[in-house]
């Protein structure tokens, strides 16, 4: 996938598909260590044992074994692709929690994406679900809860479309206002 | 008499990015930046890291990556130009940073596959 908002949609559906209520999506980026975090965290079926160490092989999914595509195993080779790593850790009816590393300069790095789109649309189609999206760059936290938005938005609901247009440039907005890396800095040629 | 613009055999040919790109029907991104470099060869791939290991000086590159890195590939490459395929927006600093590097940037809506077929056909090869 080009951009890694597109594999964070794709993990949350997984999450989605597996009853989850709660989903958390933390991204850090560890500029000191080079560092790219990617966590999505659900409260959803879980994944069995015995499935567990199959999730990132391509071949063994089928969607009517269990609730999960190609996004683990794609989810992995960009991983690899630079340096990084994917950990699968889950606990039948407790949740799931995929944790992606990248390392954040690499070239081959995919830039972030529209993290605002991708929430706006998640939160847009699924209203009733709570959604946490935490962006850490070192010490600089953006941070979107729907739990909160529900109490000031009071009797407005969260698929009204003037939700998703919130969502959409609070996010843009306060990515940018925390330096947030949208691609790899390989740009020293250019300086 | 051969004609300047006449479309030649796959081979050792050389065209001008200006003849390719008005050939071609792209859409030329970057403004005030000369076009008339003469190109032979080509490269297309979507993986940054693979680009820089294998593109040769003077390739025209055909990627369906937007962002800013492209343009700094194609100045450490030294690239004769960049082609986006699939009808991909190059991000605005992108074309930013390409007018001042000076690396032509073209926007077809063909898909990468259909493109390079029609470079080759112009002559254009991934020769290394």
Known sequence: ?191 | MIKKTKISQAGDNRMKLRDLAEHLGWELKTRNLTIEAEVKTGYASDLLSDVLANSIEGDLWVTRQTHLNIVAIAVMRDLSGILIASGAEPDPDTLEKAAEKMVPIFRTTLPTFEVVGRLYQLGITGKR
């Open chain 1, 1 to 191: 996938m080009l951009e890694l908002s597109m594999h964070i949609l794709d993990i949350v559906q997984n999450s989605l598909v597996a009853g989850s209520t709660q989903v958390e999506i933390r991204i850090q980026e560890d500029l000191p260590k080079d560092l790219l975090v990617i966590e999505v965290k659900d409260n959803g079926r879980g994944i069995s044992d015995a499935m567990l160490p199959r999730v990132t092989d391509p071949f063994v999914t089928s969607r009517t074994t269990r609730p999960v595509g190609l996004g683990l195993p794609l989810l992995k080779e960009a991983t690899e692709r630079c340096e990084g790593c994917l950990e699968v850790y889950s606990e039948e009816n407790r949740g799931t929690r995929v944790v992606a590393r990248f390392r954040l300069d690499h070239f081959d790095r995919a830039p972030l994406g529209d993290m605002g789109e991708t929430m706006g649309i998640l939160i847009a189609a699924n209203p009733s679900v709570d959604f946490l999206y935490e962006h850490r760059v070192d010490a600089k936290i953006y941070l979107l809860e729907t739990r909160e938005m529900r109490q000031v938005l009071g009797s407005i609901r969260l698929d009204d479309p003037s939700v998703l247009d919130f969502v959409r440039q609070d996010i843009q907005m306060g990515l940018k206002k925390i330096g947030a890396a949208t691609f790899p800095k390989i740009m020293e040629v250019l300086r």
